[in-house]
């Protein structure tokens, strides 16, 4: 079974919602998220690459990496990331998403 990119469910995309669900469903999470993002994610069993990718809102490589789109959606609104903003970095990688 395929999702948008890659066999699930995968450890990778499992961590990465995990962290967008907690982040704004967990009490105390966002606020600790948004005084030090590194610090935030540094218990979390993700590489370096994909915990830049979250820290830095890059959205399309996030979809790419296999986040669920409602919760990346949900992340973004949650953070008060322009509409422009987040529409733009899924543009931005459209033409991966096709060939994955």
Request: charged share 20%; proline share 5%.
């Amino acid at each position: 079974m395929r999702n948008w990119q890659q066999d699930i469910p995968t450890i990778q995309a499992y961590w990465i919602d995990r962290v967008l669900f907690d982040v704004h469903h967990k009490e105390g999470h966002l606020q600790r998220y948004n005084a030090s993002p590194d610090a935030y994610l540094s218990a979390i069993p993700l590489s370096a690459e994909i915990k830049a990718l979250i820290r830095d809102n890059a959205v399309g490589a996030l979809y790419l990496a296999g986040a669920n789109p409602y919760l990346l959606r949900a992340h973004c609104l949650g953070l008060h990331m322009p509409d422009a903003e987040f529409v733009a970095s899924l543009r931005a990688v459209a033409g991966e998403a096709r060939r994955g």
